[in-house]
């Protein structure tokens, strides 16, 4: 409007046509104008934004809502449009026509997003326009902070191990310890510092002297998770790449020993991972990123520094040299050792698995190669029968011929 505005006021000028003057400096004028009726609007939209659920699994559906609101008590934005910022794993940016918004007006817009891949994902800012009535002027910005979706691993469920001796759970047996525990209704002697409200009067009265409920605590099992995220080691890269591949196995694996009343330490070969809760391992796997450490001796031995002795050991890996097998071989301790090789890691040659198989397996462990997380619960439900992780696995006792049993 602006050059044809300028090319009318020329022309009516040269030729000497007011009526053509007019008409130039009526189109000049427009886009000026309708500056001034957007000016400050585009300050005056304010904004919220709610996911939910702040934490979702991949491959699973989370709801955006953002509403939109004119702060103004006067003024109205005459034609509003918004767009909001999301990373490529969430998919296209969403646009809506908000339209018209008058004084203190307020418009609700939702998408769904379904992020394929693990990761902690900003969701914003919102990026808003308001256009004049006549389309002349368009004005934008920035408006808010992002929030953020937390994506956490596929996981399948898996059968929880027993404890050593073969129960489960609660059904575990218990010690008697001086400290925090559950109360046994065996008494003792009152001893100096014991709470008053520990005192089991029964027993006071029959024994003459003061006494008190004794601690217990359960037994339970110690178990070790080794994860290798080292970018040399895997290949691929989202959902169909090893290292989310192994990932998911060390996530699935972990719940499975928490549920199961494991107490359990977790480190890749950079660190320890937390595991107070089961939502804090699969918190801690979600922002795992792949590593440039050259080698996994580091992290192997991590293993021979835990404390205590591990009944489980599970080492879930991506490709392994001759030494680093050999190493990983040599460590886990007397117990029971599980290593999970994910076959479309990054092996030099085909038969690569297949040899750090036959070394960990010569040495004591049960090693299980899986193409997909959906072979897995078939391979450890295996590997918990070889290995016994659902309970010892005692031998018959000799029969002498010629006589029944006893």
């Not at 427009?30 to 699994?57: C, E, F, K, N």
Request: some cysteine; glycine content about 12%.
């Amino acid at each position: 409007m602006l050059v044809f505005g300028a090319i009318a006021l020329v022309a009516g000028l040269l030729v000497g046509q007011r009526e053509l003057v007019a008409v130039g400096v009526l189109l000049a004028a427009v886009p000026p104008l309708s500056a001034l009726t957007v000016l400050g609007a585009a300050s005056r939209v304010v904004h919220s934004r709610t996911v939910a659920p702040v934490r979702v699994p991949a491959g699973h559906d989370a709801r955006i809502l953002v509403r939109i609101g004119n702060s103004s008590p006067v003024w109205p934005v005459a034609s509003l449009s918004v767009e909001d910022t999301l990373p490529v794993p969430l998919g296209a940016e969403p646009r809506y026509t908000v339209g018209h918004l008058g004084p203190r007006s307020v418009r609700d817009v939702s998408y769904l997003v379904r992020p394929a891949t693990r990761g902690n994902y900003p969701v914003g800012p919102l990026r808003v326009a308001v256009t004049d009535p006549l389309g002349c002027v368009r004005v934008g910005r920035r408006v808010g902070a992002p929030a953020h979706l937390l994506v956490t691993p596929v996981t399948v469920p898996l059968a929880s191990p027993g404890s050593a001796d073969g129960s489960q759970g609660e059904e575990s047996p218990r010690r008697s310890v001086t400290g925090a525990g559950e109360q046994d209704p065996v008494p003792r002697e009152y001893q100096y510092g014991d709470e008053l409200r520990r005192v089991h009067w029964r027993s006071t009265a029959k024994h003459g002297e003061l006494m008190v409920r004794r601690d217990e605590q359960h037994w339970r099992e110690n178990s070790t998770i080794l994860l290798d995220t080292r970018w040399s080691a895997h290949r691929g890269h989202g959902p169909a790449g090893s290292l989310e591949t192994a990932v998911s196995v060390a996530a699935s694996v972990a719940l499975g020993l928490l549920d199961g009343g494991h107490d359990l330490r977790f480190h890749t070969e950079r660190g320890r991972v937390p595991t107070m809760s089961a939502a804090g391992v699969l918190d801690g796997l979600a922002v795992v990123e792949p590593s440039d450490t050259p080698g996994l001796l580091g992290g192997i031995g991590l293993l021979g520094t835990s404390r205590g002795t591990s009944s489980l050991v599970v080492a879930v890996l991506g490709a392994l040299s001759p030494d680093e097998a050999a190493a990983l071989a040599r460590s886990g301790g007397r117990g029971a050792r599980v290593a999970v090789l994910c076959a479309h890691a990054a092996w030099e040659g085909p038969d690569d698995a297949a040899g750090v198989r036959d070394i960990l397996a010569s040495a004591g462990w049960r090693a299980l190669v899986l193409s997909s997380l959906a072979d897995l619960p078939r391979l450890w439900s295996l590997a918990a029968v070889r290995t016994g992780t659902h309970g010892p696995v005692r031998a018959a006792a000799p029969r002498t011929p010629g006589k029944g049993p006893r």
